[in-house]
């Protein structure tokens, strides 16, 4: 007979005379050699294991000289006797020998029927043993002498270490038991491989060797590996050194818990670091020993925290991954599906549906069940959860045909480990099953998955976006939900992907490629709104400070001989000045959106967030308004002027304070407006459109105060919070109870960040856009009619102007003298309509229904180009020196146009000769030309509050 060379020296006898474990390579530490009085290897040298050695009893011995027996020779003598044992569960002490120490692991290959055993049932065989890959020590009773042990006693509960150490294991996978100290080693010790999951967040930053090990070959030194944070002064010494339970490494944390309690616990983080807010599973426990903590950036992992059941219903909601599922029970063999549920079938539309009654042949037990469904319509199913989903899929009831059943059957399970009141039995088709007994001697199995793992779980746990199984193998097959692609295997409803709210820790479901601009996205989305964030915020700022520059020298240098001019000059630098900060708001935000471009998508929640944002959206909102009011006091004054006879005083010292005053009063009021959003009390109670707490993991997205309710009642009790009032104040403190203050002033507590007025847009710009159930619609509304008002008051002012003008014209007889003038009046109140007029039209459209606007594509393009265009518009209109900018540019152009085009030209030709050569308009009717600058002459004889006005 041949046997396998991986057979040969391994302890086993496979041969009838043990060749295979006579070879001469064969150095065994155990067992005995001895001739055999077998007949058919009469004589003949055989090997004996330490199961067949020192026999009590003589019928068993094979050996001629029966040295195989107890006390026959010296290596089974009293005298070498190194202990007791029992030799099965419960039985009595056998005398234990050297050379039965140290023999074969326990096994059973059902392939080769191949069996090896330990002498002892409690493993005392393997004590000492240095010829094993996997060693630890610990202390032996009743000797109490530090022993090794082979990894055949691990988690079998033998009690052979006073500390208990060989049997600290987990089970990451169902029927798969690993010791503590494998789990993070970087080994697959499960077929899963579920001991190396998740291990980032379960390991400290401390290394240390475990003390149970594997022994590294070639006589390399032992690997430090990451002590877990569940190891951190449990009272189990992990480490050889004892590092994991040394009070010197590690910090002591004081939490302060409901009622002013106070508990110690230790810090999974080094002597040097600070102590965090930390979240409270069990508050309401008596002993404060016995509270759970957790850190706030764990939760939501995937991973079941001992004694944290209330995380995974905290993380559903958070996360809004409760689903509903639409499938009714009477008794365990008939389901009805909607809308074949009875009491609703005769109801509205569902009277029209015709119902039959389906077989699930598929599904395990003896006992069909029997689902009651539509006859004529098939479900999208991307849209069906859990046991609706399961009945939906496993019938062809999808209307995507691409859809397959998730139930796998699974062969090699022999036991369901969770649910240990089932029977095994075997379906028709001879699949394994585990089914529950009922009345009359039948059996029904509760709808049973089986998980890859070897774990059970119901139907209704099925492809319900949850892990049920651990394995995700309850997820893999179904087709509701987009993957999060991250190693906790997180998964979503395919409704929220792309629906621009957060809800896979990785951000991924928003800042995929399929996503729009997914990873691609940007302060400022498209290309037009990055070009013209240049193209209007630098010459508004080169051209708003050229004429602040100059009117405030001239004002400072007493070149306005009249009170008028002085006031006029005034209130153009106050335009300029605002009109300047709206410059540089788009260059800054054009700045922000170079340097963030890169990975913004998962940076876009703190860049709302802070005070960044906070400050351009104020100097966005006070530049904006102080031109406005500037403008409108502009207006008014001039108006007012044009109607007084005595316009050539000279400014007086009361007058230029008074003047200041009024100059200091509009720019308060514009800082006002700006201000307002951000004053720390009304920010947090009026201006707050969410919060987002940025080291507490299951607050994905910021929200608003009432998306905090379900979490509020599913922690503390709907009792607890019912006189609790619905502001943003009261919800977040009781927030705060949730979790633990530190003691340690450095430490890191709960991280706020609320989503403010001016965050509400990526480029952070003032909330226009509200809708009827937005809190902060009044401010919004209000400022809007003030810009309403200004407008008008603006057109009516100008207009009076322009008819104040015309008769004084009139009665010099000068008329059609005043195009120029007439023109930039008109300009003015076109361009101020043009800019606020639709603005505040898609306003009203967006209030009354904001589905009509799509908010994130239009409001950008109002913020960075249509109401910022005025800022390089007013500096052409309002100063005299920047005015001549166009017609200078024009002589260039003419000048090179001349250059090119041929004089034959007609059509230039024409337009040639409107304008001279200095760029002015020709009055081809008087044969005289008429500038801004000639306005003034004394010999058109117009009066002194016309030339004031020009």
């Known amino acids: ?180 100290h494998f789990m993070c080693d970087g080994v697959d010790n499960c077929d899963n491989g579920q001991d190396e999951v998740h291990c980032k967040e379960l390991q400290t930053e401390v290394n240390c060797l475990r003390r149970v090990r594997k022994t590294p070959g070639d006589g390399q030194e032992p690997v430090k590996m990451p002590i877990l944070k569940s190891w951190v002064n449990d009272g189990v010494v992990d480490c050889d050194n004892g590092e994991d339970e040394d009070v010197d490494i590690w910090k002591v944390c004081e939490y302060v818990l409901k009622g002013d309690r106070k508990v110690d616990k230790f810090s999974y983080k080094n002597a040097d670091s600070t102590c965090n807010a930390a979240f409270i599973c069990n508050p309401d426990e008596k002993d404060v020993k016995d509270v759970v903590l957790i850190d706030p950036n764990d939760m939501c992992d995937g991973r079941q925290k001992k004694g944290c059941p209330i995380e995974s219903s905290l993380c559903l909601l958070s996360r809004d991954k409760e689903v509903n599922v639409d499938v009714f029970s009477p008794n365990r063999l008939q389901k009805y599906l909607d809308p074949c549920i009875p009491g609703i079938m005769n109801e509205g539309n569902h009277s029209q549906v015709t119902c039959k009654n389906y077989i699930l042949e598929d599904s395990y037990g003896t006992q069909p069940i029997e689902i009651s469904g539509p006859a004529d319509r098939l479900y999208d199913c991307a849209y069906l959860f859990g046991e609706f989903y399961v009945y939906s899929s496993c019938l062809n009831l999808c209307s995507d045909k691409s859809v397959v059943c998730p139930i796998r059957k699974v062969n090699y399970l022999t ?17 394994l099953t585990f089914v529950e007994p009922i009345e009359d001697g039948k059996f029904i199995n509760k709808e049973m998955f089986p998980c890859e793992n070897g774990r059970c779980v119901l139907y209704s746990q099925t492809c319900d976006l949850i892990n049920d199984c651990g394995d995700n193998s309850d997820e893999k097959y179904c087709n509701n939900h987009f993957s999060c692609d991250n190693a906790t295997h997180e998964i979503i409803k395919k409704s929220q992907f792309c629906d621009g709210i957060i809800h896979c820790s990785n951000e991924y479901d928003e800042c ?32 708003n400070g050229f004429m602040m520059l100059r009117n405030l020298t001239g004002m400072l240098k007493g070149e306005h001989s009249t009170a008028v001019s002085l006031s006029i000059s005034a209130l153009v630098t106050l335009i300029a000045l605002g009109d300047f900060f709206v410059g540089l708001y788009l260059v800054c935000i054009s700045i922000e959106n170079v340097t963030r471009s890169e990975g913004f998508c998962k940076e876009e929640r703190k860049w709302l967030t802070s005070s960044s944002c906070e400050f351009y959206g104020v100097i966005s909102t006070f530049g904006s308004e102080l031109s ?89 009790g709907a009792n607890d919070i019912e006189n609790i009032a619905n502001s943003s104040t009261s919800v977040k403190r009781k927030v705060e109870e949730m979790f633990s203050k530190s003691s340690d002033a450095d430490g890191e507590q709960l991280n706020f960040k609320i989503l403010g007025f001016y965050g509400s847009s990526g480029s952070c710009t003032f909330k226009f856009f509200v809708d009827e159930d937005d809190p902060q619609k009044h401010y919004t509304w209000a400022v809007l009619m003030i810009n309403l008002a200004s407008l008008f008051i603006i057109s009516a002012g100008y207009f009076s102007v322009h008819l104040l003008t015309q008769n004084s014209a009139n009665k010099v007889g000068i008329t059609n003298k005043f195009g120029p003038l007439q023109r930039k009046i008109t300009f003015i109140i076109f361009t101020d309509f043009l800019c606020w007029l639709p603005f505040i039209v898609v306003c009203v459209i967006y209030y009354i229904d904001k589905n009509i606007i799509n908010e994130k594509d239009l409001y ?91």
């Open 415 to 431: 036991s369901c480990p969770d649910m240990p009141n089932r029977t095994l039995t075997l379906t028709k088709k001879g699949d």
């Open 512 to 543: 995929h490629e399929d996503c729009p601009q997914g990873n691609n996205k940007t302060i400022l989305q498209s290309t037009v709104l990055r070009v013209f964030g240049w193209l209007i915020g630098i010459p508004a700022i080169l051209m």
């Open 1 to 180: 007979v041949t046997v396998p060379m991986e057979n040969k020296c391994d302890g086993v006898n496979d041969c009838l005379a043990t060749e295979d474990e006579m070879a001469e390579d064969c150095q065994h530490d155990y067992g005995i050699t001895c001739e055999s009085s077998k007949d058919i290897v009469q004589g003949a040298k055989i090997w004996r294991s330490p199961l067949d050695t020192c026999k009590m009893d003589e019928e068993s011995s094979i050996c001629i000289d029966e040295i195989d027996l107890y006390n026959k020779s010296e290596a089974c003598s009293p005298s070498v006797q190194v202990g007791s044992c029992p030799r099965r569960k419960g039985g009595d002490l056998i005398p234990l020998f050297p050379a039965q120490m140290c023999g074969a692991y326990s096994y059973y290959n059902p392939e080769d029927s191949r069996l090896a055993e330990r002498v002892c049932y409690d493993g005392r065989d393997q004590i000492n043993c240095t010829n094993r890959d996997i060693v630890f020590t610990c202390n032996h009773t009743p000797t109490n002498h530090t022993i090794s042990l082979t990894d055949v006693v691990l988690c079998k509960n033998l009690g052979l270490c006073t500390d208990n150490i060989p049997d600290l294991c987990e089970e990451p996978e169902a029927s798969c038991k690993v010791h503590r």
């Open 860 to 950: 950008p393009a109002f913020a960075t180009i249509v109401l910022p265009i005025n800022s390089i518009i007013n500096p052409l209109l309002y100063d005299n020196v920047l005015a001549t900018l166009p017609s200078y540019f024009w002589r260039k152009l003419t000048h090179y146009a001349r250059l090119i085009l041929p004089q034959s030209c007609s059509n230039w030709s024409g337009l040639r000769r409107r304008f001279t050569d200095n760029g002015e308009f020709r009055d081809h009717s008087k044969k005289t030309v008429l500038s801004l600058d000639q306005f003034g002459n004394k010999n058109l004889q117009i009066s002194q509050k016309d030339i004031n006005n020009s």
């Open 628 to 716: 406005v009011f500037a403008m409108t006091s502009l207006s008014v004054y001039r108006a007012f002027v044009m109607r007084r006879l005595n316009t050539g005083q000279r400014p007086q010292a009361k007058f230029k304070f008074l003047l200041g005053i009024g100059c200091l009063v509009l720019t308060s009021l514009a800082f006002l407006i700006a201000i307002i959003p951000i004053e720390p009390h009304l920010h947090e109670a009026y201006f707050n459109n969410g919060y987002f707490i940025e080291n507490a993991a299951f607050f994905l997205s910021p929200k608003k105060s009432g998306e905090f309710w379900p979490l509020l009642r599913k922690y503390f």
